[in-house]
Structure formats: C-alpha cells, structure tokens
C-alpha cells in the first residue's frame, strides 16, 4: 500500500501509539505485540509481519457486533474486512446455526445425503434473480471463479473476457480475470485467450465478442469494488447482458463483493433487473463467520456440471459448518432487512463523508462515490488514502484500501450501524482527514 511517506508514517506512529497507551501497560503489550510480529516474521512473512507493523501493531482479540476488540483494550469500528461483514461480527442468528451444526455433524462424508447443503442452496436460490437455480458452493471467492471458468470451458466458452481494473481473486484462473499486472507478472504464464476491455465500455465489449462468437465467457463486476469503487454508467450491465446474449456468450457477473445487499440492494443486478448465466456469491455469504462461497447458475448454463459429481469437486466443499453459516446469513440478511438498513445508511454516509472529505480536504478530494455501503474516497494526491487509512485506524475505525487502485480508500460498514456509531464514524473521519493534513 501507498502512503505519502512511505511504509513509516506519522499516521502508523499515532495509531501505534493509541494501541499502546490505551492498552493495559505499555510496556507489556508492547513486548507482546514485538513477540507476536517476531512469530509472524518466522513462520508466516516478513511482508505480512511489515503490514501488522505499519497499521500501528494492534491486535485483533474479539469481536462483536460492528466493533473490534484490541488485545490493548481498544474498541475498533470496523467498517473494513474487504466486504465481508454485512451483518457485523458473530451475527446472533448465524451463531446459532453455526453452533447447532458443530455439535451434530461439521463436515460431512460426501457419499451420503446431507439436508444442511440443500437448505442453504434452496435459500440462495430464494434470493437470487429469477431463473438461477442451480448451485455450487466452494470455499472462498476465488474459487467460485475458478469454478465459473471451467463451467465456462466445458460447455466450449474458452476465450475469457475481463474488465480493466477487474478482480476476482488470485488462484490461477481466476488471476488471469483479475485485470492487474503486477498480481500477474510473476505467475505467467496464466491462463491463455483472455481479453481484456475497458469498463463501462459497451462497444469495446462488443469488438471482441464479434470476434469470439459462441466461444466467449463475459466475467464483470457491477460495481468494481477492488478498483476503486468504479461504478459503470447506467444501462451498462444491461449491454453486457444484451451483447453476451447476441454473441452467445456465457455471461457471469461477479458478486462476490456486492451481492447479499452490500450495494443497497440484494444484487447489483437488480439495479438494472439483469439476470446473469452465473452469479459469484462470498464474503457475506459466510456470514463473517465460516468461509463459503458459490457459483449459481441457470439449469441450462450449469448442464456440464448436472450429471456428474465428480467432474469439479473439493473436499470440503459443501461442508454443513459452512452449509449452516449461509443459512444463517441468509436468514440474517431477511429478518434484519439488512439490504434496505444498507440502501438508507449508505446514503446517509455517503453524503455526510463526502460533506466532511470537501470541508477538510478540499480537491485533494477527487470524488465521493459508491452504491450502498461500499464506498469508495478518491483523492488526487498520491499516497493521501493510505494516509487516511492509518489515520482512521488511529482515530478508531477500520477500513480498507483498494488492491486495484492506490488512489482510493473503501469504506464497507456494517448495515447495522447504530446512530451513535454513525456519529462515532463520521467524527473520526473527520479527525483523520484533519490529521492527514499535519
Ligand atoms: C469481486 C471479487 N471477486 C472475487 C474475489 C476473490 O475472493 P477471495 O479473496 O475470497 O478469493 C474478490 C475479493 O476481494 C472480489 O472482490
């Protein structure tokens, strides 16, 4: 990540600082945290152990809710965790799910019959658009891609077409879709007969699906989350949807970020009433509780993967722990009506954000943009939104950056903010913008 001066700065020694003297006794907690950079440094990586370090050495204890808890006894608002928290940490409802199915049967043989997976497709499929009824489930996010892509090949969709500033995950297949060079230099060769076309460029789209008639498989986002919080215009996804159909092309819209009622909405491609080949559902779909992931497909996209079992499986796919966490996620989402408490906060925060970004930083603010409670700070200044990010950490609120875009800070709280959360939000955004400028 970018910062205005570099991995140490101001912003990192602030929030080291606040770790530390709100912590139980510096001295001790700070051996500890030493210790524990020391163990990451050992035996996972330096690099990882250099990150810890630079946003200010606090370590995650617990969590409840929107709020984390520091081993230094601080109280951190996440409105990070790339996504993942649309219904705050240990959500009561998937708790319960989550626990019952522990004590009964967590992973299952895969032979028998299991009722915990049926109940968690026949639930996404409940809130998916209209026609998707098939299921796959997987672990994490880049494997539901990986999952698309071969669904993609088998049924002959062998020349893949991406997004510029596109992500979807770095297993192999899925980094050859993922629209950066440097994630793909090391690893190439990856994936051959990939396109790549600007976003929010129909005609771009339709140049090389002309080329690639009948063999194309079309992966987009309907926002881009890890690009920056692009937003394409309006009537986009609908062209997408249109050309694939005309080119016959396999149209597979990448959710995994904004799906679940992240945008405002259950799915970006409601805002537009699209309805994609597949769907790529993670992040939230887990709860923030056990890791899944899932590629919903139409009955006829999903023909090459009906008849046999075998032909695209991983050992844990399917397991009931995670089975019940999606239940329970979805069950969450519905009874709390996450999606409309994310379409009203998101908002609420957008504008107030914005308000305060232009009163504080004036044009180093490029732009204020989003859809529900993904939100994306713009800034023209290099290094300004790592800088704000640590700043924020400092001043008590967790976000994200961007690993497509180093001009741009996330936001992606919780859709169960509290009033008195948003006003402990809103004030620490701006103390940071304030800081940034010292
Ligand atoms: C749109 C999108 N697709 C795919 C992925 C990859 O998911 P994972 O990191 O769980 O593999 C991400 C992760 O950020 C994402 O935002």
Partial sequence: MTTTTGTTTTAAATAAAAATSAGA??????????????RYRTYLSKGRASLGEMFGGDVEDSSDGAWLQTAAGRRILNCGGYGVFLMGARHPRVLAEVRRQLETNPVATRLLLEPE?????????AVAPAGLQKVHFAGGGAEAVEAAIKLARAQGRRHLVSMEGGYHGKTMGALSVTAK??????FQPLLPGVSRVPYGDAGALESVLARHEGEACVIVEPVQGEAGVIVPPAGYLH???????????????????TGLGRLGHWWGADAEGVRPDVLLVGKALSGGIVPVSAMVATAEAFRPFDKDPFIHTSTFSCNPLAMAAAKGALAAIGEDRLVERAAELGQLLRSEIERIARHVLGDRVLEVRGAGLLIGIEFTVPGMAGDLLLELIGAGVLGNHSLNSATVMRLTPPAILTPTDVTFLLDAFERAARAVLN
């Fill in 117 to 125: 997976v049926v109940d968690a497709a026949e639930a996404l499929v």
């Fill in 25 to 38: 006794g510096a001295g001790g907690e700070g051996a500890r945290v030493r210790a524990l950079t020391t």
């Fill in 181 to 186: 060079d440097t994630f793909q230099a090391p």
């Fill in 239 to 257: 062209q997408v949807q249109q050309l694939c159909r005309r080119y016959g092309a396999l149209f597979v819209l990448d959710e995994i970020q």
